[in-house]
């Protein structure tokens, strides 16, 4: 994010509807916010060339479904731009093991050897966190910084030009996120949070991955893979770039 609009790292599909809104001057005073922190030596994720995975792993024409979470994991090696998602390698955080129960109980699919959700996004999962950075242990610390206005842009941009899509709302900061879909347009599933503190009270039972797969097919859309593949063929597929 500079001051250029040439200079802006977004997947060309979303650059061509989102990329103005990083000009705006909240977006400059993040990026500056962003730099002090970094010159002041706090360990911000994920990296810089990691902030805008979900976009450029699931070009806005490819998107089918949408999963949004609220900010990146704060702990070392762990965010990596996909909401929910760890590196190969990394352990799988608990929420992300509740989701994997889930799929497991809807669909039988057996629990993946890693927590990388870097095949779904490529399949069309749009894995979109509100907020794209934080600081090393401390969650939430970069919310109402700018990334919020961002990211419910792009949010109510695909909403409004894309028909048909799937929205996953898990807890109630998603589902204040995705007021601006329409239902009429897009299945919109809600859900209490997989976090261990909620997904007790809904989140286990509420069908949501066999649900798109449901209205995706009814659309005449192949619905989604919602296997992984096993660790060393993502970690290939990582290499690969």
């Known amino acids: 994010m500079a001051g250029d609009a040439d200079r802006i790292r977004l997947e060309p599909s979303w650059k061509a509807r989102i990329g103005d809104w990083l000009l705006r001057p909240e977006m400059r005073e993040l990026a500056a916010f962003l730099r002090q922190r970094k010159a002041a030596g706090v360990p911000v994720y994920p990296p810089g060339p990691r902030i805008f995975a979900a976009f450029d792993a699931t070009p806005f024409d490819q998107v089918k479904v949408v999963i949004l979470g609220q900010d990146p994991y704060h702990g070392p090696g762990q965010a990596h731009g996909l909401c929910f ?3 190969p390698g990394v352990a799988v955080p608990p929420s ?10 809807e669909l039988g699919i057996p629990r993946p050897d890693h927590g990388c959700l870097l095949p779904w996004a490529r399949r069309g999962v749009l894995l979109l966190n509100a907020v794209l950075t934080v600081e090393q242990g401390r969650a939430g610390s970069h919310q109402g910084r700018g990334w919020e206005g961002f990211t419910d842009h792009a949010i109510e941009t695909l909403a409004h030009e894309r028909e048909g899509l799937v929205f996953m709302l898990w807890g109630s900061y998603a589902q204040a996120k995705g007021k601006v879909i329409d239902p009429r347009r897009h299945r919109v599933l809600k859900a209490p949070h997989p976090s261990p503190l909620s997904a007790y009270r809904g989140f286990f039972g509420c069908g949501h991955f066999a649900a798109a797969n449901r209205y995706l097919v009814q659309r005449g859309q192949a619905p989604i893979d919602w296997s992984l593949p ?8 990582l290499a690969a770039g």
């Open 85 to 87: 998602s760890v590196l």
């Open 96 to 105: 992300l093991e509740n989701i994997f129960k889930e799929i497991e109980d």
């Open 230 to 237: 096993p660790r060393a063929e993502v970690e290939a597929m």
